[in-house]
């Protein structure tokens, strides 16, 4: 079974430094999407970056950028120039390229991320 | 464009009153799930469907049911509440097949059972 794991419970940083989010995921497969969502205390969720596993290159979203390494299955998220509005809970989710007829999201245990002024 | 859109916002139960979940979507999209939120524990799949007619089994379904009925809706009920099942419900929704469609979230429910 796929697993995603998210090993920073919390994280803080400084407003305007970059932080980085660490996710790992287990699977045997080798086509599969990886996500990022944000969730603010507004409790709403908010993707952030998508990337395709058979895509070497990472994917960038403005401020947001991936480290994607395969063969490591690690899938990190960085954030520059963080801002205020950047605090929230992210999740890392996984899902299968070939979902047949599921396109279930498989997440990891979140990261409060903290911004300080 | 309403999006994913689920009501209540917000709900109290008492240990064994039932209740359903309601959840709307008007994008068309064939897949419709519901997630439970737990700290510490991140979102958990409950139930899912493919289209109308056709549901099946999540992560965590015991305590709960579910039925497609049209595309757009697809409620959640709670047939015997326990407060096990207090929670954060989100109800998302995507497109089908391999374009890594993003799945759409609602805003949630906050239930709690007493």
């Known amino acids: ?117 | 464009n309403a999006g994913v859109t689920q009501t209540p916002k917000f709900q109290v139960l008492k240990t064994g009153q039932s209740m359903t979940l309601q959840c709307a979507q008007d994008m068309n999209h064939e897949y419709m799930s519901w997630y439970r939120q737990d700290p510490g524990m991140g979102l958990r799949l409950i139930h899912y469907s493919v289209g109308a007619g056709i549901t099946d089994q999540g992560e965590v379904p015991n305590g709960y049911n579910v039925s497609r009925s049209t595309t757009e809706d697809f409620p959640l009920r709670l047939l015997s509440a326990a407060p096990s099942q207090t929670s954060v419900y989100f109800c998302a929704s995507s497109f089908l097949g391999t374009t890594g469609s993003p799945l759409h979230f609602g805003n949630g429910t906050r239930l709690t059972v007493t």
């Open chain 1, 1 to 117: 079974a796929q697993t995603v794991t998210q090993s920073q419970p919390e994280m803080s940083v400084q407003e305007a430094e970059t932080v980085t989010l660490s996710c790992t995921y287990d699977t045997s497969e080798s086509d599969y999407y990886l996500f990022w969502y944000k969730q603010p205390p507004s409790r709403q969720m908010i993707l952030v970056i998508r990337q395709e596993a058979y895509k070497q290159q990472n994917a960038t979203e403005n401020r947001f950028s991936v480290n994607f390494q395969k063969a490591a299955k690690s899938f990190s998220l960085k954030i520059s120039d963080s801002q205020l509005g950047d605090a929230a809970m992210y999740f890392c989710a996984y899902r299968l390229l070939y979902g047949g007829a599921t396109n279930k999201l498989i997440f990891g245990t979140g990261t409060l991320l903290a911004v300080q002024p």
